[in-house]
């Protein structure tokens, strides 16, 4: 873990590694990461084919991008409640529910912005 006296690049060093530990973790747990994360290795590209403009492009990339990012926040949320217990509990199924609610509307965003800007 880092200390209080990581500053400048040391901390962000420090991010890093913990950011690719919670993708790494993700991609190992959670076939639904993995789905999405092969479908954004073929969306990527594929931007940059059918965005025309650099806008266009990023948005596209932008959206896909949103859902992986979304998907990991929901998966945080799952491991937090997994923790607490695995007795059915309300609030831990709301909280599980939203998140994959959350899932779900990042998704929705993504294919209106690709059907706009691939049927425009």
Do not use: C
Not at 29 to 35: G, I, N, P, V
Not at 67 to 78: D, F, K, S, Y
Not at 83 to 111: F, N, Q
Request: net charge neutral; no cysteine.
């Amino acid at each position: 873990m880092a200390s209080e006296h990581n500053y400048g690049l040391r901390r962000v060093w420090y991010a890093l590694r913990y950011s690719l530990q919670g993708v790494h973790a993700a991609w190992r747990k959670e076939e639904a990461f993995r789905q999405e994360v092969v479908v954004a290795m073929v969306a990527v590209p594929v931007a940059w084919f059918v965005g025309e403009s650099a806008l266009e492009r990023a948005v596209l990339i932008a959206v896909v991008l949103q859902v992986l990012m979304v998907e990991l926040i929901n998966t945080g949320i799952e491991a937090v409640v997994d923790r607490i217990g695995h007795d059915p509990h309300k609030l831990s199924g709301r909280a599980k529910d939203v998140g994959s609610a959350a899932v779900l509307m990042a998704i929705v965003i993504a294919a209106v912005v690709w059907g706009l800007l691939l049927f425009d």
